[in-house]
Structure formats: structure tokens, C-alpha cells
């Protein structure tokens, strides 16, 4: 009978099947563990990357502000917060999580760098349609212009509209909806592209300047000695002459016209400067017959800010040639005199109609002033692994 | 019914069979022990060079090319990294100094005279300024710090070999 025979295979299976279950209780505890430790590492990888996305996500949107570069993926949380050190300087923080990893990135960014970076660059629309050649030149290494770059770019963030017999040494960019178009085939020794994304920051007037006691306007000759001034506006005609000597500031606070120079009159930038004249204006200028002198022909001699934040104009129509960079977010430029304009010019809107000829300083490029791109200056990041 | 014992023949076959099984089972089970063991070595000590590898160049990144020092013909680094930069300005921690002790340990001194221990088993350790093609004897004309970790270890009677190489591109050198 069965019942009264005796075995020991179930007992051998049952020892088999206990040491299997140690054994694998014990590889599978291990193995838990270590990807309990690698999810637990990959995630705080993931909050990191998080966070210095959304590092750069935030640079770009203090660059451009009216863009929401969105945020792709999902899961993760971050927490933003942008503090002011100064007029020029942000502190960002961001911490990115995922699941329960994080890691907070600070940085500084500072505004720094040129916004003299074209030719001729207006963010509605840029027109030539005079007779002279856009180019390059650089006053560092060859203050005379003798050598013709092809770095004379133009740009725009809607459309380029040529016509006449311009040539342009140089790329022309578009906006990425807008449309290049050249009636006489033009020449465009460069790149045509369309994708022109360029965001004017506003000017914004110094404090220090803000604070200088108004004077009188000009009508009559006049050689202040270097320094800051506020007055309402300056007009030329007749012979007289003022002669602004580096480094000054000056500040034209009439909205209306605010610089005219016509006739035999003229603005002399003294060749004596030690630094730039730097105009900054909310107003219209407007430059005929000598116009704007600039003894060391150098255009960073002379740099003119608009601050409107409605429109202004500044127009060229003089018969000399002119030295110097004009910046105006919201300035219509209109060049039609007879000489050559060497420097940058951007604005809202360019128009250029004359017969001299365009050429970029390079050395533009180089300055250093707060109406740059907000840039990283010190990172610092920690992890929580 | 009367029942019978077994013989020693068929004792000694039962037993056989049943050596031979468990023989099988611990052959299989100790092969397996052994790869295992040979897996987890290997991994542990590929872990252990990754951690050190990232805990290095983490802290590295955050430097500036202007603020790195590679000393001992490249078997150590000193740099410095901001500790504090919400006033404005850049605060910096002091030299971090990493290097290989007698014991094969990778030491993280900073301040001085305090010491970490990141890692085990190194058997080298390499910096190198690196400019696009070749190392630079100094780092402020350089574009990136190179670090190559060499581990070995030995395991359960295996010796385990574990070289690992970074380019950090520094965070700070604007």
C-alpha cells in the first residue's frame, strides 16, 4: 500500500526549493536595491538637465521677451525666480525636479555687448533704393576705410525691399515670414536668409544723467567742456557751430525736434575727445548741409540713443560724409544725403535713399554697452543626489 | 502485508543519483556564483568610477578655465569655484584640490587639510587642458579639462579594470 510506504523525494524538492528561494530572495533584494540607486541617480541626473533647460529657457525670454520659447516634457516641475542686482545685472534660479531628486542652478546675467551688429538693420521693414554700396571698413585697423570688407549686413525682422543700383557687401536677413525683394537685381555679395529674430532692447536713459539740471537749448555756437548735460534740444542754421569734446553725455529731452542742423552750421565732434560723445534723445533729428562732424572719424565717437518709446526720426540729408552709430527701437531712418555714412544704423524702420555709401564699422561690434543681450557672467549649481 | 527494507544496491543507486543531482544543482549554482560575482565586481567597480567621475567633473564644470591649476604633471587639480554670487559679484570657495593618496583613494581637499575620500581603487588619475588639439600648459588658453580615471580592483581572486574619460567644457568661463 502507498500510505505505508516511506519517501524522501518531496523532502529533497522541498530543501531544493527553499535554497532557490533564499538564493533568489537574496539576488533579488540586491537587485532591487541597485535599481532603486540607479532611478534614484538618474532622476537627480534628469532635475539637473531640467533645471539648466530652464536656465536657458529663461535667458532667452529675458532676450526676447515677447517670446515663450513653451516647455517640452512633462512630469517635472520647476521653480523660477529672477531677482534684480542692478539695471544691467539679473540673478536667475531655477530648481528642476523629478520625482524626489532635485537641483537648483543660480546664475548672473548680465546685459552686455554690441547692438551695433548690421550695416543697417530695421525691425518693420529696411528699404535701399539710392545708388550707393552697402560695406564694411574697420576704424581700428584702418581708420580711412582704404580696405572694403563684406561684412556691411543688413537685416530686418519683417522685409527687405531693394531697388536702384545698391550693391550690398554683406548678408541681408529677413524675419522668417518676411520677404526679400529685389526689383533690379540688386546685388547681395552675401547669404540671403530668413530667419532674422533680433530683439531692440529700450534705451533707457542714464540715472545720473536723468539727474543733471535742465539748461537752456541751443541755438547759437556753443563748446561746452566735457561732461553731462541736459537741455532740450539743439538748432543749427546759419554758421553756427558747437563743438562737443569727449567723453560727454548729453541728453536732449524735447520729444519733438530735438537736433536740426542745417545750412552752413554744423556739430563738431572735437578731435581732442578722450571718449565719446553719446547723445541720447526721445526726439527727432534732423541733419542737413555740414550736419555732424566727426574730427577723428571714428564712429564710436559718436553714438545717438533714441528713447522713445513712441516713434522718432532721424534723417541724414547732409552733404558730408558722417561718422557715427545711431540705436532707436522705435526711430524711422531715413538716409538720403550725398556723402557716405560710416557706423551702424538701427532702428525701427531704415530708408535708405541716398547717393553716398554705407559702411559698417566692425569695430561696432566690439563695444561694450547695456543694450547688448543678457549673457551668463558666474554659475553656480548644486545637486541633491 | 509484510513489507521489505532496501537493499544497500539499491541504497547506494539512490544515493548516487541524488549526489549526482546535487552535484549538477551546485555545479550550475556555482558556475552562476561565479559570473555573478564576476558581474557584481565589475559593476561595483564601474559604479564606483562613474560616481567618482561625476562627483569630479560636477563640481569641475562649475570653475573657470582661469581658475584651474593641474599640478604633478597632470595627476592633480586645484581650482577654485563661486561659493556665493547672489550679492552681484563672485564670491570663490578657495582651492579644491584633487588628487591620489598612497592608498589608491581619490581625496577631495578643501578646505585645506580636510579631507574626502571619492573614490577606491584608483590605479591613475589624468588632467589635461585640452585647446581643440592638444593639452595646453595653461589652462587659460585652453577650451576644456580632460579627465581620464583609472580603476583596479581585485575581487574574489579577479582583477577588475575600469579606465573612464570626461571632456568638461567649464560652466564659469565667460
Same mark, same amino acid.
Given at each position: 500500500?502507498?500510505?505505508?510506504?516511506?519517501?524522501?523525494?518531496?523532502?529533497?524538492?522541498?530543501?531544493?526549493?527553499?535554497?532557490?528561494?533564499?538564493?533568489?530572495?537574496?539576488?533579488?533584494?540586491?537587485?532591487?536595491?541597485?535599481?532603486?540607486?540607479?532611478?534614484?541617480?538618474?532622476?537627480?541626473?534628469?532635475?539637473?538637465?531640467?533645471?539648466?533647460?530652464?536656465?536657458?529657457?529663461?535667458?532667452?525670454?529675458?532676450?526676447?521677451?515677447?517670446?515663450?520659447?513653451?516647455?517640452?516634457?512633462?512630469?517635472?516641475?520647476?521653480?523660477?525666480?529672477?531677482?534684480?542686482?542692478?539695471?544691467?545685472?539679473?540673478?536667475?534660479?531655477?530648481?528642476?525636479?523629478?520625482?524626489?531628486?532635485?537641483?537648483?542652478?543660480?546664475?548672473?546675467?548680465?546685459?552686455?555687448?554690441?547692438?551695433?551688429?548690421?550695416?543697417?538693420?530695421?525691425?518693420?521693414?529696411?528699404?535701399?533704393?539710392?545708388?550707393?554700396?552697402?560695406?564694411?571698413?574697420?576704424?581700428?585697423?584702418?581708420?580711412?576705410?582704404?580696405?572694403?570688407?563684406?561684412?556691411?549686413?543688413?537685416?530686418?525682422?519683417?522685409?527687405?525691399?531693394?531697388?536702384?543700383?545698391?550693391?550690398?557687401?554683406?548678408?541681408?536677413?529677413?524675419?522668417?515670414?518676411?520677404?526679400?525683394?529685389?526689383?533690379?537685381?540688386?546685388?547681395?555679395?552675401?547669404?540671403?536668409?530668413?530667419?532674422?529674430?533680433?530683439?531692440?532692447?529700450?534705451?533707457?536713459?542714464?540715472?545720473?544723467?536723468?539727474?543733471?539740471?535742465?539748461?537752456?537749448?541751443?541755438?547759437?555756437?556753443?563748446?561746452?567742456?566735457?561732461?553731462?548735460?541736459?537741455?532740450?534740444?539743439?538748432?543749427?542754421?546759419?554758421?553756427?557751430?558747437?563743438?562737443?569734446?569727449?567723453?560727454?553725455?548729453?541728453?536732449?529731452?524735447?520729444?519733438?525736434?530735438?537736433?536740426?542742423?542745417?545750412?552752413?552750421?554744423?556739430?563738431?565732434?572735437?578731435?581732442?575727445?578722450?571718449?565719446?560723445?553719446?547723445?541720447?534723445?526721445? =526726439? $527727432? #533729428?534732423? @541733419?542737413? !548741409? *555740414? /550736419?555732424?562732424?566727426?574730427?577723428?572719424?571714428?564712429?564710436?565717437?559718436?553714438? %545717438?540713443? +533714441?528713447?522713445?518709446?513712441?516713434?522718432?526720426?532721424?534723417?541724414?540729408?547732409?552733404?558730408?560724409?558722417?561718422?557715427?552709430?545711431?540705436?532707436?527701437?522705435? =526711430? $524711422? #531712418?531715413? @538716409?538720403? !544725403? *550725398? /556723402?557716405?555714412?560710416?557706423?551702424?544704423?538701427?532702428?525701427?524702420?531704415?530708408? %535708405?535713399? +541716398?547717393?553716398?555709401?554705407?559702411?559698417?564699422?566692425?569695430?561696432?561690434?566690439?563695444?561694450?554697452?547695456?543694450?547688448?543681450?543678457?549673457?551668463?557672467?558666474?554659475?553656480?549649481?548644486?545637486?541633491?543626489? | 502485508?509484510?513489507?521489505?527494507?532496501?537493499?544497500?544496491?539499491?541504497?547506494?543507486?539512490?544515493?548516487?543519483?541524488?549526489?549526482?543531482?546535487?552535484?549538477?544543482?551546485?555545479?550550475?549554482?556555482?558556475?552562476?556564483?561565479?559570473?555573478?560575482?564576476?558581474?557584481?565586481?565589475?559593476?561595483?567597480?564601474?559604479?564606483?568610477?562613474?560616481?567618482?567621475?561625476?562627483?569630479?567633473?560636477?563640481?569641475?564644470?562649475?570653475?573657470?578655465?582661469?581658475?584651474?591649476?593641474?599640478?604633478?604633471?597632470?595627476?592633480?587639480?586645484?581650482?577654485?569655484?563661486?561659493?556665493?554670487?547672489?550679492?552681484?559679484?563672485?564670491?570663490?570657495?578657495?582651492?579644491?584640490?584633487?588628487?591620489?593618496?598612497?592608498?589608491?583613494?581619490?581625496?577631495?581637499?578643501?578646505?585645506?587639510?580636510?579631507?574626502?575620500?571619492?573614490?577606491?581603487?584608483?590605479?591613475?588619475?589624468?588632467?589635461?587642458?585640452?585647446?581643440?588639439?592638444?593639452?595646453?600648459?595653461?589652462?587659460?588658453?585652453?577650451?576644456?579639462?580632460?579627465?581620464?580615471?583609472?580603476?583596479?580592483?581585485?575581487?574574489?581572486?579577479?582583477?577588475?579594470?575600469?579606465?573612464?574619460?570626461?571632456?568638461?567644457?567649464?560652466?564659469?568661463?565667460?
Amino acid at each position: 500500500m502507498i500510505s505505508n510506504k516511506r519517501g524522501s523525494a518531496l523532502i529533497i524538492v522541498y530543501m531544493v526549493i527553499a535554497v532557490l528561494t533564499i538564493l533568489g530572495t537574496g539576488i533579488m533584494s540586491r537587485e532591487l536595491s541597485e535599481i532603486s540607486n540607479t532611478r534614484r541617480y538618474s532622476d537627480a541626473v534628469r532635475a539637473f538637465w531640467f533645471a539648466e533647460a530652464g536656465i536657458y529657457k529663461e535667458l532667452y525670454e529675458l532676450n526676447y521677451p515677447s517670446t515663450d520659447v513653451g516647455w517640452p516634457g512633462s512630469g517635472e516641475v520647476r521653480d523660477v525666480a529672477i531677482t534684480n542686482i542692478s539695471s544691467s545685472t539679473k540673478m536667475i534660479n531655477v530648481t528642476g525636479y523629478f520625482d524626489n531628486s532635485s537641483a537648483t542652478i543660480s546664475v548672473l546675467a548680465a546685459k552686455s555687448g554690441s547692438p551695433f551688429n548690421f550695416a543697417a538693420f530695421g525691425n518693420t521693414s529696411l528699404s535701399i533704393s539710392g545708388q550707393g554700396n552697402v560695406s564694411s571698413y574697420n576704424s581700428t585697423s584702418d581708420p580711412s576705410g582704404t580696405v572694403r570688407l563684406s561684412n556691411g549686413d543688413i537685416g530686418t525682422n519683417g522685409d527687405i525691399t531693394m531697388s536702384g543700383q545698391a550693391f550690398v557687401y554683406g548678408d541681408a536677413a529677413t524675419g522668417p515670414d518676411g520677404e526679400f525683394e529685389d526689383e533690379d537685381n540688386d546685388y547681395i555679395s552675401g547669404n540671403v536668409t530668413q530667419d532674422s529674430d533680433v530683439y531692440l532692447t529700450a534705451v533707457t536713459v542714464p540715472s545720473e544723467l536723468e539727474n543733471v539740471t535742465l539748461g537752456n537749448s541751443v541755438s547759437a555756437s556753443w563748446s561746452p567742456a566735457a561732461g553731462n548735460y541736459r537741455i532740450p534740444s539743439i538748432s543749427l542754421a546759419g554758421q553756427n557751430t558747437v563743438t562737443l569734446t569727449g567723453p560727454t553725455n548729453l541728453y536732449l529731452t524735447s520729444t519733438g525736434t530735438a537736433l536740426a542742423v542745417s545750412g552752413q552750421a554744423e556739430i563738431v565732434i572735437s578731435n581732442s575727445s578722450t571718449g565719446p560723445v553719446t547723445i541720447y534723445t526721445p =526726439g $527727432d #533729428i534732423s @541733419l542737413a !548741409g *555740414q /550736419g555732424i562732424t566727426n574730427e577723428a572719424v571714428t564712429p564710436s565717437k559718436l553714438l %545717438i540713443y +533714441g528713447t522713445s518709446t513712441d516713434s522718432q526720426t532721424f534723417a541724414c540729408a547732409g552733404q558730408g560724409d558722417f561718422y557715427g552709430a545711431y540705436y532707436a527701437p522705435n =526711430g $524711422d #531712418i531715413r @538716409l538720403s !544725403g *550725398q /556723402g557716405d555714412l560710416f557706423g551702424s544704423f538701427i532702428g525701427d524702420t531704415v530708408a %535708405i535713399s +541716398g547717393q553716398g555709401n554705407i559702411r559698417y564699422d566692425e569695430s561696432l561690434k566690439t563695444l561694450n554697452t547695456t543694450l547688448g543681450t543678457y549673457s551668463i557672467i558666474a554659475w553656480k549649481d548644486s545637486r541633491n543626489f | 502485508m509484510t513489507q521489505r527494507a532496501f537493499t544497500i544496491v539499491e541504497l547506494m543507486v539512490a544515493a548516487a543519483i541524488f549526489l549526482f543531482i546535487v552535484g549538477g544543482i551546485y555545479g550550475i549554482m556555482n558556475a552562476g556564483r561565479s559570473l555573478y560575482d564576476a558581474d557584481m565586481g565589475r559593476l561595483d567597480l564601474q559604479s564606483s568610477a562613474r560616481r567618482a567621475l561625476d562627483s569630479l567633473t560636477a563640481e569641475l564644470r562649475q570653475t573657470s578655465m582661469r581658475n584651474i591649476s593641474i599640478l604633478d604633471d597632470g595627476a592633480e587639480i586645484r581650482f577654485e569655484v563661486p561659493a556665493n554670487i547672489t550679492s552681484g559679484t563672485v564670491v570663490y570657495s578657495g582651492p579644491i584640490w584633487y588628487y591620489v593618496n598612497a592608498d589608491a583613494q581619490l581625496v577631495r581637499e578643501h578646505p585645506a587639510d580636510s579631507l574626502k575620500v571619492v573614490a577606491q581603487y584608483m590605479d591613475s588619475l589624468e588632467f589635461c587642458c585640452w585647446n581643440g588639439t592638444a593639452c595646453a600648459g595653461n589652462c587659460s588658453s585652453a577650451d576644456s579639462v580632460i579627465v581620464r580615471m583609472g580603476f583596479n580592483r581585485t575581487y574574489k581572486q579577479r582583477t577588475y579594470l575600469f579606465n573612464v574619460t570626461e571632456n568638461v567644457v567649464v560652466r564659469n568661463d565667460f
